[in-house]
Structures are given as structure tokens and as C-alpha cells.
């Protein structure tokens, strides 16, 4: 018989003590089932990534792992505080030792049972394999516009297709995972990453469930912060559409000064006032302003970069083969 190829799956958890031991039982059911339901042996490995979590993550998921059986090996990362959702799958990557690994999130809302078909695809000659909703319909309708606002704006400026409605549940082939790795940023945006490898990629759809237990850790001003990076990290169009409209505004300003010099010279008419003149000054002032903004954004990655501080610290692993 032909050795068994190996899947891990890697989940990242902060603050996720309602939902890992539901999370890990359901995992342990489909580990079984995938030896049975593909025609080469198969077996699944378990990277369980706990980042800082404050509450009873950490002794939950020792003892769920500790007592579950059926799984290849199983390891608990512990970092050091909460370094963020991007460091905590950097992580886990860099322990992955399988011929695949599938990202799916502590939530229950990452339909476990998807694994099957994403599997399959992949033994189909898949490199990844994307989760897709099928609707946001669960959503407010604010943050299904920005949602779709973001996605626009980060394929024209990246030239980077990445899914729409994707999260990061789906499954990475070792060449995909090897070569995310080989990128060494500090500020990472996985969705851009996943794009950016390219190879064969499929989807498959589903309707994500409500959340059963605990809160969402992405609030509006984090996932603002997150989009920021997403299109800094893959793009310098701001920084030419502020100097094509720095151009505009330059041309528009000479043309109205001539407009003015020769209604003074030629036709004695007056500048209108100071109204008019407080108008521009001010907003060519507040355009000055974003313009530094941007400018310092990617001045400031810069400056993240240069210093090579670790994306992360690992207080302990644990690994139960």
C-alpha cells in the first residue's frame, strides 16, 4: 500500500473558548471519514494556533487535543500575545509539514464539512481551493457595499483578481504554501497573497452560517485598517492617481489665474473677493493634506519593514503525534 498523504488543517483562535471543543469534535468526525471516502489513503494533521487568547482557549484546546484521536499529528502554537489574524496564520504555515494545509476559522462559521470537496478538487489537480458565499444577504447593507467597494477598487489598483466574497477558509497545495513563505513582509494581507501565487485555483460555494457562540473580532474600524493594507501592500497607483490629480489641479489653478489677469488688464473687472480665495486656499490645503496621508502610508510600511522585527513570538508548541 502506498503511504498516506497528509492534510493539515490550521485554525487560528483568539478568544474562542465557546466554539473550539464543537470545532475540534467535528474535525475528529470528518479525520475519519476522509480515510474512507477517497480512493488513496489520506490522513488529516491538526495546527491549532492560539493567539494571546485572555480566556480558556488555550487549556481547551490542550485537553481537546490531548483526548482526540485519528488525526496524523496534532500541535498547539501558543503565542505570546495577539499579534493579529495575519501573524497567527504565518505561523501556523511555517509548521505546516503536509502535502496541503486547508485555513478555516475557530468560528463554526467555516463549514467543516466543505473539507470533503475541497479535497477532492484538490486531488484533481487544484493548487487552492476558495470558500465562496454564495450571498451576504446576512450582512448589513453598508458593509455589503464596502465589501463590494473593496474588492473594485483592489483588483483595478493590484491588477490582482482576488475572489469575491471569499474569506480565508480554503485549501493551499504545498507549491502555494511554499511560495507565501518565500514573502517575508511584516504587513501581510493573505486575500492578496492567495491571488498572487496564482497556480490552478477552484471554488467552492456555500451559505455561511450565523455565529453560535462569542463575537466577531473584526470590527468596522479594523477591517478598514485591514482593506488600507490590502491596497497599500499591493499597489502604488495612490500615490500616481495623486500626482495625475495634482496635475489637474495645477492646470485648472493657471488656467483661472489667466483668466483673472486678463479680466483685470483688459476689462478692469475686479477679483471677486475673499470668499472665493478662502475656498481655494483651503482646499488645495486639504488636498495637500491627504496627499501627505498616502505618502506617509507607504513611508510608514517602509519604516515597519526596515526595522525586520518578527511577525510574531512563540511562548510554547506542543506537538502530539
Not at 488525526?71 to 496564520?89: T, V, W
Request: hydrophobic content about 45%; some cysteine; charged content about 20%.
Amino acid at each position: 500500500m502506498s503511504p498516506s498523504r497528509t492534510i493539515d488543517c490550521l485554525i487560528p483562535c483568539f478568544n474562542e473558548q465557546e466554539s473550539i471543543p464543537a470545532l475540534l469534535m467535528e474535525i475528529a468526525r470528518l479525520a475519519e471519514e476522509i480515510g474512507n471516502s477517497f480512493s488513496e489513503p489520506l490522513s488529516l494533521g491538526l495546527i491549532l494556533v492560539n493567539d494571546g487568547s485572555t480566556d480558556d482557549t488555550q487549556s481547551l484546546a490542550t485537553h481537546e487535543l490531548e483526548v482526540l484521536a485519528g488525526f496524523d499529528r496534532k500541535i498547539l502554537i501558543n503565542l505570546s500575545r495577539n499579534f493579529g489574524k495575519e501573524a497567527a496564520l504565518l505561523a501556523g504555515l511555517r509548521q505546516c509539514r503536509s502535502e496541503a494545509c486547508i485555513i478555516l476559522d475557530a468560528d463554526l462559521q467555516d463549514p467543516p464539512h466543505l473539507i470533503l470537496e475541497m479535497i477532492n478538487l484538490w486531488l484533481n489537480n487544484y493548487k487552492i481551493v476558495n470558500a465562496v458565499r454564495m450571498d451576504r444577504s446576512d450582512d448589513l447593507l453598508f458593509k455589503r457595499l464596502t465589501a463590494k467597494a473593496f474588492y473594485k477598487i483592489f483588483d483595478r489598483f493590484s491588477h490582482l483578481r482576488i475572489q469575491f466574497n471569499s474569506s480565508d477558509f480554503r485549501l493551499l497545495d504545498r507549491v502555494a504554501i511554499d511560495a507565501i513563505l518565500s514573502c517575508n513582509e511584516s504587513i501581510r494581507f493573505s486575500k492578496g497573497f492567495f491571488a498572487w501565487v496564482g497556480f490552478k485555483q477552484a471554488n467552492v460555494y456555500f451559505k455561511r452560517p450565523p455565529r453560535k457562540d462569542g463575537a466577531t473580532k473584526w470590527g468596522g474600524w479594523k477591517l478598514w485598517n485591514y482593506a488600507l493594507d490590502g491596497i497599500f501592500s499591493f499597489s502604488t497607483s495612490p500615490l500616481r492617481i495623486w500626482s495625475y490629480l495634482g496635475l489637474i489641479v495645477t492646470l485648472i489653478a493657471f488656467v483661472l489665474g489667466m483668466v483673472a489677469m486678463v479680466r483685470t488688464l483688459f476689462f478692469g473687472v475686479d477679483v471677486p473677493g475673499y470668499a472665493s480665495l478662502f475656498t481655494a486656499v483651503t482646499f488645495l490645503g486639504g488636498l495637500q493634506l491627504v496627499g501627505i496621508g498616502v505618502l506617509g502610508e507607504y513611508i510608514g510600511r517602509v519604516y515597519i519593514e526596515t526595522k525586520q522585527r518578527p511577525q510574531y513570538i512563540i511562548e510554547s508548541t506542543t506537538e502530539l503525534e
